[in-house]
């Protein structure tokens, strides 16, 4: 499951909305097959993972297990079951991470296998396979993108210096931002921030597309926006600014994820950063030279 998950992020930027999902056929402790999903409309991680069988090697699957870090899908959207292909070719017992959260699958395709005398194990690493696709889990089981909040602030607690903009992130940090701007689906800041930085919020310093752009207005409301962007199918959603949007992300509660970006510069005054809520749960730090980065999950 440890090699689906690995195999599942190759697609992180090509397989949108679609989750990732990384496949494995073991036989007799060996690998005989692997793939992923690739590319939204094209086969999926079962799929590929059959296409690299050798033929020599195929009349080992009805002795083999497969290893899927996603339900295998149980209906006909651009491609066919994945289930139906796994009970064709014969394979007698499947190695599910996670239940599919999509309303067209939700357990059917484990069932489907079932149903057709295939041995399913479900739940191994699941944890771990959830946290993968995160941002889709969060989409069809709240209604809304799964939100992170970002922002740089200086030693001393602004995001910048005497109410001017100020360079608080290093050239490397910056690429790691434009780095997280692509793999989200769109990327919101403040009217004011819009105003007085005119930011580009591309990923220039990246490869990969560039997020939806969104500039929240103090005649939008934040129930309002989650409500437009599920209908849009936005999925992941970056909150880059300024404080008082940023702030009241967190005080809604709309959160998944904080970034908050240190530097030893200390400037006495300007904007001050927003507050960490007492939910806030450290998960990781970063140093790189002299800034850290400090990643935060919502503990709800």
Request: glycine share 8%.
């Amino acid at each position: 499951m440890h090699r689906c998950i690995q195999l599942a992020c190759c697609g992180m930027l090509t397989c949108r909305p679609n989750p990732m999902v990384g496949a494995v056929i073991v036989h007799d402790g060996r690998i005989i097959g692997e793939g992923y999903h690739i590319r939204a409309g094209e086969g999926h991680a079962e799929v590929n993972a059959f296409a690299s069988v050798r033929p020599e090697d195929e009349p080992l699957l009805p002795q083999s297990t497969m290893y899927v870090s996603l339900e295998p899908c149980a209906h006909y959207g651009k491609t066919p079951p994945c289930a139906e292909l796994i009970i064709r070719k014969g394979v007698h017992r499947v190695v599910v991470g996670c239940v599919d959260p999509f309303a067209r699958v939700q357990g059917r395709g484990i069932q489907m296998l079932r149903d057709a005398g295939v041995e399913v194990t479900v739940g191994v690493l699941e944890q771990e396979c959830r946290e993968l696709n995160r941002r889709f889990f969060t989409y069809h089981e709240h209604h809304r993108p799964y939100i992170l909040l970002k922002w740089a602030q200086t030693a001393d607690g602004f995001i910048d210096d005497h109410f001017q903009p100020a360079k608080i992130s290093t050239p490397f940090t910056q690429m790691l931002v434009h780095k997280l701007r692509a793999e989200s689906d769109a990327i919101l800041v403040g009217r004011v921030t819009d105003e007085r930085e005119h930011p580009r919020l591309d990923v220039r310093h990246w490869s990969g597309p560039s997020p939806r752009r969104y500039v929240l207005s103090r005649a939008t409301t934040l129930t309002d926006l989650m409500s437009q962007m599920y209908a849009d199918g936005i999925q992941s959603l970056m909150v880059e600014g300024g404080a008082m949007t940023l702030q009241s992300f967190s005080d809604a509660g709309l959160w998944d994820e904080m970034r908050i970006e240190t530097s030893p510069l200390i400037v006495g005054d300007g904007t001050r950063a927003p507050y960490l809520p007492a939910n806030a749960m450290p998960t990781a730090r970063e140093k790189y030279g002299e800034n850290t980065v400090e990643w935060y999950k919502n503990n709800r």
